[in-house]
T-cell receptor
Framework: AQKVTQAQTEISVVEKEDVTLDCVYE???????LFWYKQPPSGELVFLIR????DEQNEISGRYSWNFQKSTSSFNFTITASQVVDSAVYFC??????????WGAGTKLIIKP | EAGVAQSPRYKIIEKRQSVAFWCNPI?????LYWYQQILGQGPKLLIQ????????DSQLPKDRFSAERLKGVDSTLKIQPAKLEDSAVYLC??????????????FGQGTRLTVV
């Protein structure tokens, strides 16, 4: 079975704090892709990052960083020095061999000024 | 590059009425997806097209939902008759297959349907 678990339903932090969103996945595929999307209040899902199963290098993009660990089937997302504009629902997703996206339930991130 | 276009943005209908949503994917994107997103949940795939063929419609309630992509470009999703539990945001997404893989999916702004 393929599954994505985002155990944190909601996280609330004060602006400028660092925050990590957890994502754990299950798959038997040897080749797969993992994604993070952001969904602000406007509703549109915004692509953040794609990572394939053969590339375990961590990635940093500005204040965003991603830690992919196959050994623990995790693909965690960290926002450094959070800002109010980071407030959104964040989804982790797994793409299977049919190019279908299997979604986590999402983590609602609230950044307080 | 233009993004995925969806219309309408909002729709309110009474139960048992019919409704249709339209999606125009990013130019050149062969794969088109329709998702249903109920408030507080992740998106649920309804149907996936590759060009004008259906790849997966296993979660599409076929007694009331239908979708088509006749020319392999834009697509329509229809609900007839609507039920209260169909109230959700309907998201369209597209992606471009490259070799053995596929790019990330790009999403439209969605259509928020309220059934009363």
């Amino acid at each position: 079975a393929q599954k994505v678990t985002q155990a944190q339903t909601e996280i609330s932090v004060v602006e400028k704090e660092d925050v990590t969103l957890d994502c754990v996945y299950e798959t038997r595929d040897t080749t797969y892709y993992l994604f993070w999307y952001k969904q602000p209040p406007s509703g549109e899902l915004v692509f953040l990052i794609r990572r394939n199963s053969f590339d375990e290098q961590n990635e940093i993009s500005g204040r965003y960083s991603w830690n992919f660990q196959k050994s623990t089937s995790s693909f965690n997302f960290t926002i450094t020095a959070s800002q109010v504009v980071d407030s959104a629902v964040y989804f982790c997703a797994l793409r299977n061999s049919n190019y279908q996206l299997i979604w986590g339930a999402g983590t609602k991130l609230i950044i307080k000024p | 590059e233009a993004g995925v276009a969806q219309s309408p943005r909002y729709k309110i209908i009474e139960k048992r009425q019919s409704v249709a949503f339209w999606c125009n994917p990013i130019s050149g994107h062969a794969t088109l997806y329709w998702y249903q997103q109920i408030l507080g949940q992740g998106p649920k795939l309804l149907i996936q097209f590759q060009n004008n063929g259906v790849v997966d419609d296993s979660q599409l309630p076929k007694d009331r939902f239908s979708a088509e992509r006749l020319k392999g470009v834009d697509s329509t999703l229809k609900i007839q008759p609507a039920k209260l539990e169909d109230s959700a945001v309907y998201l369209c997404a597209s992606s471009f297959p490259t070799g053995g893989s596929n790019t990330e999916a790009f999403f439209g702004q969605g259509t928020r349907l309220t059934v009363v």
